[in-house]
């Protein structure tokens, strides 16, 4: 038997997918988009459960909703299990509305009842069942109540569709019945609905003309199709709400004394900034620096006890240096960042579930769209803090095109955990009394830089119509810890594991390109090494910014490809290889990086912020954008905005400088 | 409803776009427009006869909260402009 678990957004639909499935989950995507289809098996059961998008409607207005009426026509699905929100129970139910044309058994678990009784909301289960044709079991997905009873229904399995009630009424039901009685799949009326609506973009071809149905209708009702079928469908839904829902007037509830502060017309933007603030303050500020300081000194430690025992047992010199100053070093520069990276996820992903995101697209919607965005593009921009690439994944909820892949091509431009360690060493060493001052300031360039960019390529490139921005506002929810959590750790262990394989392997990688040279003798000085050559090669396109050739930052650059985090692990092999391995200290003051002033330190900052993200963001982009041209112009782009912003912030401060 | 035809004189026609933070309306129709966003707007729930209250302006004017069956609904200025309502409180 094949399940598939359908309900809006915010529903609590993957709270229940976790709970009806437990850990026998298989995460993949769905044909040809980058959405996330997960399916499992319902516990002590061996039925498969897919849980599809959230979803408001069937229209489709969004590649969710396309997923989910294509998945309904063309798989084989025996029983839909319909979340609905008892918190808001006429929306929800319009979606069920439309599951009933599809002509598929159904169940109903209400969730949140404890929620909607809180608020006052009392729901006659039995006849609301009874009204709509179909078993209602009420769960709490929060408190894990009424999921056995849910499996119990489901394994008991005597379901059909011969209760499902009469949702349309008078002439428009009489044509609908005269359509679909042309059409032999069990989704007839579905399908008659949409050909007499019109709907262009239905999954299969029907070689039916229903046009004169349609002209028949649009005189009779004096409206559009698709406003009869939705007033009809909310008409059904309000006599169902009359009979069995009672509530209060105006229920004062628990969201509505916390928005009135949170987005209070004066207090919005204040509390925003003293949010991010705070989320920067634990994670990139003094605290994670803090904690990021004691896992350095745990690697220093290591480093010099493992090199100790390597000589005692009598390793050969080129040995102990690829242990020390090739594998520890190189690993070490990245897993220091590692409480950092903890503390940001875990913040974001408790912005993520309190839903306190969709408030900040609000607010900051109308600053967003003159330059061609909407609020929304704030949420991946915000996840990008963490990483890109879930970031860039997050772009879906924009229905535009045009905005989408604006997005797109800016969520790099956000300083990501992986950056942050450029940061961190950077402005640590360079503008030490500054530090937070100067971290900060580089956040606030990343911002100015994308509404410029966005400003730009609005003109040039992704023109676009205007798309609206119509979107709930969910309740506030305590956060799922047990959804943070598992977020957190998911996170930042696949951070680890590419510390330990990908880091790990192009550490040992730039060792052997530092150690020899051309013809393969160990042991040559740094200036003659292999990669010395290759950075000689390209050193030159860094010169506007850096003010030298320098074979070793160039090197470290371009390998902020493989990951960014990888150019402060090439910096303290090149600088560890060069003399002593370690801190920020010993990599500025060794002769091959000396170089660097705060204008170049700076700039090299910007450059490595803005520039190429890394292979991982440049796949995501990829699949988003569909196509190896746009990702390609995309990367060419952000590359070409980093060098500019870079060689202005040298240029300008090297002659500034000269001027005092 | 109010249906004006052969007289010149332009009923003026009120819109959910002009409504202020705590006023409340009744839908008439929705007039014109983009289809996707008026297909958008009647699966929120903006049908034929809907009461609907403003609950929240955002602190930059726009877009606005609705409050109607039940929940909240956040809108721009702009999207509801064809949303012909009736003023009630």
């Known amino acids: 038997m094949r399940i598939a678990l359908i309900g809006n957004q915010n529903s609590g639909k993957t709270s229940l997918f976790n709970l009806l499935t437990g850990t026998n989950q298989k995460v993949g995507n769905w044909p040809g988009v980058t959405i996330e289809r997960k399916s499992g098996i319902l516990r002590t059961t061996t039925f498969e459960i897919i849980d599809l998008p959230g979803i408001y409607s069937l229209s489709p207005f969004s590649p969710e909703e396309e997923i989910v009426r294509r998945f309904l026509i063309e798989e084989k699905i025996d029983l839909i299990v319909n979340i609905v929100d008892s918190t808001a129970i006429e929306r929800s139910l319009y979606l069920t509305t439309q599951l009933y044309d599809f002509n598929i058994p159904m169940v109903i678990a209400l969730n949140m009842a404890d929620l909607a009784f809180e608020q006052g909301i009392r729901i006659n289960h039995d006849l609301l069942s009874k009204l709509l044709g179909v078993p209602i079991i009420p769960i709490s997905a929060l408190k894990r109540t009424g999921i056995k009873e849910l499996i119990q229904l489901i394994k008991k399995g005597e379901f059909n569709t011969a209760n499902y009630p009469v949702i349309y009424q008078g002439e428009l039901l009489n044509i609908i019945k005269k359509v679909e009685d042309n059409i032999l799949m069990r989704e007839r009326r579905f399908l008659a609905i949409k050909l007499l609506e019109n709907d262009i973009s239905l999954p299969i071809r029907i070689e039916l003309d229903a046009s004169k149905e349609r002209d028949l209708l649009m005189q009779n009702y004096e409206s559009d199709i698709p406003q009869v079928v939705a007033d009809q469908r909310y008409e059904f839904i309000e006599k169902v709400r009359d009979k069995t829902v009672s509530s209060r007037e105006n229920p004062r509830t628990l969201t509505d004394k916390i928005d009135r502060i949170i987005l209070n017309k004066y207090l919005a933007i204040p509390i925003f900034i003293l949010i991010m603030f705070t989320v920067y303050f634990l994670s990139a500020g003094p605290v994670g620096q803090a904690l990021a300081g004691l896992i350095e000194d745990l690697f220093a430690w290591i480093s010099v006890h493992f090199a100790t025992f390597l000589e005692n047992v009598g390793a050969s010199p080129w040995a102990v240096s690829l242990m020390i100053d090739g594998i520890v070093t190189g690993v070490g520069a990245v897993l220091s960042f590692v409480p950092q990276l903890i503390i940001l996820f875990l913040l974001i992903a408790f912005l993520e579930a309190s839903g306190y995101m969709s408030r900040i697209a609000f607010f900051f919607d109308r600053v967003f769209r003159k330059v061609g965005l909407s609020g929304k593009a704030l949420i991946p921009f915000i996840i990008g803090s963490g990483c890109s690439v879930p970031a860039i994944m997050a772009t879906r909820t924009i229905n535009d095109e045009n905005e989408r892949r604006l997005t797109i091509l800016l969520t790099p431009f956000i300083p990501c955990s992986a950056k942050l360690p450029i940061i961190t060493l950077f402005a640590g060493y360079f503008f030490k009394d500054n530090y937070g001052l100067v971290s900060a300031s580089l956040y606030f360039l990343a911002v100015f830089v994308i509404l410029m960019t966005a400003l730009v390529m609005k003109k040039l490139l992704y023109k676009g119509g205007y798309s609206p921005f119509i979107q709930e506002l969910p309740t506030y929810k305590a956060p799922n810890l047990n959804y943070v959590f598992k977020t957190t750790w998911e996170k930042t262990s696949a951070f680890i594991t590419r510390a330990g394989s990908i880091i790990f392997l192009a550490s040992i990688f730039i060792w052997i390109l530092l150690s020899f040279n051309w013809t393969f003798t160990y042991g040559v000085p740094i200036e003659e090494s292999i990669l010395s050559d290759i950075g000689r090669l390209f050193s030159w396109v860094f010169y506007p910014f850096l003010g030298v050739n320098s074979w070793a930052a160039a090197v470290s650059i371009i390998q902020g490809l493989i990951a960014k985090e990888q150019v402060i692990t090439s910096l303290s092999i090149i600088a560890g290889l060069s003399g002593e391995a370690g801190n920020a200290t010993t990599i500025f003051t060794s002769p091959i990086f000396s170089f660097f002033t705060p204008a170049s330190a700076y700039a090299f900052m910007a450059f490595n912020l803005f520039s190429a993200p890394c292979f991982g963001a440049i796949g995501a982009m990829h699949k988003e954008f569909g196509s190896s041209r746009k990702m390609l112009k995309a990367v060419l782009i952000q590359t070409a905005v980093a060098f500019l912003i870079a060689t202005i912030i040298y240029q300008g401060a090297t002659l500034i400088g000269g001027l005092l | ?89």
């Open chain 2, 1 to 89: 409803m109010q249906k004006t035809k052969g007289i010149t004189q332009t009923v003026s026609v009120n819109t959910l776009n002009n409504l202020k933070q705590g006023q409340k309306a009744r839908v008439l129709q929705i007039n014109g427009g983009d289809l996707a966003t008026k297909q958008r707007l009647l699966d929120m729930g903006i049908t034929r006869g809907i009461i609907i209250t403003i609950n929240k302006v955002a602190p930059l004017g726009d877009p606005i909260c609705l409050e109607l069956r039940g929940y909240r609904l956040l809108v721009r200025k702009d999207d509801v402009k064809n949303v012909e309502i009736e003023v009630i409180a």
